[in-house]
């Protein structure tokens, strides 16, 4: 019930923030469905409660097809300051759940050795990354960052931690201890993500 209360206080403060236009854009999304998000749940057993919440109120941003037509609104930001990003669908994240079957190891190589900075030490680099939920993709359709949902981590990370990747310099940081967190952590930063340059 906390994780409903936190993702309606999220979407209540995102929507006053948001421009007519995108408020009734947003109105067109609908929630999952009881079978897509236990298919969610069968991919992921440790889903966050809160992300299971918000996609059962509106099942992705990312150029998604409703009834009443195609919703792309912003609905998420990061620790990069006024980079907007989407939430994506249940189908989304199963497809990229699907695809994703490289490490972030298998993907540098010995640029990991190189470049100390490019992982953050929580995060586990020989993981493939379908194994981590993604549930974000920023506002260059994925290309230049994405947000995850971590569930095994490395030492001195904690199971459900968020992290970004950010490409040129790319990068894996974590941002939040958990999605609740994350979420909280975009409120209480005023949605700061949306500038009124992306409204026009």
Request: with cysteine; charged share 20%; net charge negative.
């Amino acid at each position: 019930m906390a994780h409903s209360a936190l993702v309606e206080r999220y979407l209540a403060g995102l929507r006053q923030v948001l421009p007519q236009a995108w408020r009734d854009e947003l109105a067109l999304a609908t929630g999952a469905s009881a079978a897509q998000l236990e298919a969610l749940r069968g991919a992921y057993p440790q889903c966050p409660s809160s992300l299971l919440a918000l996609l059962a109120q509106c099942n992705g941003t990312w150029h998604q097809p409703y009834a009443g037509g195609t919703v792309s609104v912003y609905l998420l930001g990061s620790d990069v300051f006024e980079y907007p990003y989407y939430l994506s669908s249940v189908e989304q994240i199963l497809e990229d759940h699907r695809a994703n079957t490289r490490s972030i190891a298998d993907i540098y190589g010995h640029y990991l050795q190189e470049e100390p900075g490019l992982v953050d030490a929580r995060i586990d680099a020989s993981l493939p990354q379908g194994q981590r939920l993604c549930f974000s993709h920023c506002m260059n359709n994925g290309g230049s960052s994405r947000l995850y949902v971590d569930f095994a981590p490395a030492p001195g990370g904690r199971c459900g931690q968020i992290v970004r990747y950010l490409h040129d310099p790319d990068n894996y940081q974590v941002i939040a201890d958990s999605f609740d967190a994350y979420l909280q952590a975009l409120i209480d930063g005023d949605y700061g993500f949306l500038i009124d340059d992306y409204f026009d």
